[in-house]
Structures are given as C-alpha cells and as structure tokens.
C-alpha cells in the first residue's frame, strides 16, 4: 500500500493553523494549548494494521470529552498521555461496537487510578442496556463517580456559563446523535480603548463583570471597550446517511469531525449501511459553513486516506484526514460579529 505522506499532511495541517502530531510520543506543549482535538483512532468497524478503532478525546478548557471510545481506547489514552482523572463527559453517538467497546476499560482506569472527579455520560435511551454492560463488563472495583445523560430525542443537553453540548438524531441503522459544542459568545476587551479612557486591572475584570464602569463622572459600557466574538464550535458526526441534523450539527462550526466510512465508487454501499461518502461530508461542511472538515471512521477496504482527502477537496477544500495517534489544535474562532452590541 502507499505509504501516508507525512510531510503533506503536516503542511496542510500547517495551512489550517493546526498544531499536528504524527506521533503521540512527539515533544509536548503542555499548558500552551487549553483547546486540543486528540485523535485515538480513525478506523470503522474493525481496526486494521494502520488504524485503531475510533476515539477522541477533547480537551476543552477544564474539561475532557471523550467521543466515542472504541475497542482500544484504554491504551490509547496512556499513549496520547491523556489522564483517567481528564475526562470528565463521555459523549457516545450509538451502540455499534466501534463506538464503545473501550468505555469498559476506560470505566475501570477511571476507578483504578482512583480518578475522583464527576463523569458525565451521554448516549442513546435506547441503549441503555449496553451502556450497562459496558460499565460493567467483568469483575472490578467501581468507585469513579458517573452520572448518566441518556439521551431521548435530542436537543440542548447541557449549558453552563461558558458553553452549550447539544445533540441531534442522525439517520444510521441504529438509533444514533451527533454532537455539538458550542462556546458562549463572548467578547474581546480592546486593550487602546481601555488605556485611552485610563481603566487599567482589576478595574477592567469590574467593568467586565458589571457590564460597565463609572469612570470620569460618566459610565463607561462594556460595548465601548469590547468587540463581539463568536464562541469556538465543534460538531461530532458519525454514523449516518446524509441528512438534515448533520448540516444543523456542523453550521458555522469551527471543526467538523464528520464519518467518511467510504468513497463515491461504493456510495451504494454505503447507504445501504447508514453511512456517508466522503464527498457527502463535504457537501455538509460546504452547506453548513464549517470552517475546517475533520474526515475519520475510514473503511478498511481503503488502506490510503489520501483518496478520501482528493474526493472531499473538490467540494470543500478546507479538509484534511485524521490520522492515528495525532492532536489537532482547534482551529481559531471566527472573525468577530458584524453587528456589535
Ligand atoms: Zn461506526
Ligand atoms: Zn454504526
């Protein structure tokens, strides 16, 4: 088979403004980046000799969502020097083995390393049974502490002061949601603004706050010192046909992770079984607007990613393939809102 062309994918890598690791082992940046996309495995169904099984981790500020945990995941996380005491979601699409063999694993690391923080679990109602049989596959201690989100028709499934996790039914075989998550709009303080009107420390966290700040006699608003800033986003969708939720899911994301399970040659196929094509990923990337097209879940009947990259670059370029064992960098938010407030 060919070999993966390193040096092409790190340069477009480069060109998306990513941060990218061939290898997990690589030097690490540790603290610089709060935002980070670790990819555990980027095969379907069944691992192969290049690729594990599916899994994601996100590190997102405070938090760690694992997606997905497939068979092998477990390993994986020590590889990608990601902690049991990091995750702290676990966010499953569906039931099909791909997507969630590891969560017996990662349940039991979680509880051997006496990881003590609170996990959040969402996936499928309707699964619930497996769900069971997961965190409980064989004999261990259980003593990490789950809470569980079963999930029944979609829709917003959290939101804090900072962000929105939010689901939505895909059309696949099996019941199954997609993800999405969305940081809060926010704004960006204007540093010359501040300097000209003299509010300088723990004034600015004050003005902030309070959304203004009397200064000189008069009250100094937020919008004066401030421009709007449209929150970061990402989109998880795996296994599904083309439809409508997925295009909803991606809208104007900053990152589509988007299931490519097989090319155009076997589209057939792929329908039959409740996947996309990777063309179809871009035309949702193309009609939601995404900013970058993260392709994954790759067949193993297609040994070279690069051909999933040439069908979805036509449609939309700003694509690449994720590969085994490497960490994407969110890429940056967009520009700031036409209208300010
Ligand atoms: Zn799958
Ligand atoms: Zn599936």
Known sequence: ???????????????????????????????????????????????????????????????????????????????????????????????????????????????????????????????????????????????????????????????????????LPLDHRVETFGYRLQETDQRTMMPERLAALGIEGPAIRALMDAGRLRVGGRDVTLAEVSAPRHGQSLAFVMDTRMCDAAIELARDVDMLVCESTYLSADADRAHAHGHLTAAEAAVIARAASAKLLVLTHFSRRYPDVEAFIAEAKPVFPHVIAARDGETLVLPRRRAPLEHAT
Request: aromatic share 10%; hydrophobic share 35%; with cysteine.
């Open 1 to 167: 088979m060919p070999a993966p062309d390193p040096a092409t994918h790190l340069r477009d890598a480069a060109r998306f403004g990513l941060r990218h690791r061939l290898s997990s082992r690589g030097p690490k940046l540790q603290g610089v980046h709060a935002r980070e996309f670790v990819v555990f495995g980027t095969a379907s169904q069944v691992p192969t000799r290049q690729r594990n099984h599916n899994g994601y981790f996100l590190r997102w500020d405070g938090e760690g969502f694992l997606f997905d945990p497939g068979e092998g995941t477990q390993l994986h996380m020590i590889h990608a020097d990601v902690r049991a005491s990091e995750v702290t979601r676990v966010c499953i699409t569906h039931f099909h083995g791909d997507h969630c063999l590891g969560l017996a694993g990662v349940s039991q690391l979680i509880s051997l390393d006496g990881a003590s923080q609170l996990v959040r679990a969402y996936y499928p109602a309707s699964g619930e049974v497996y769900y069971e049989r997961l965190r409980h596959a064989s004999i261990y201690q259980d003593v990490g502490r789950w809470e569980t989100h079963p999930i029944a028709g979609g829709g917003e499934l959290e939101r804090t002061p900072d962000w929105t996790l939010s689901a």
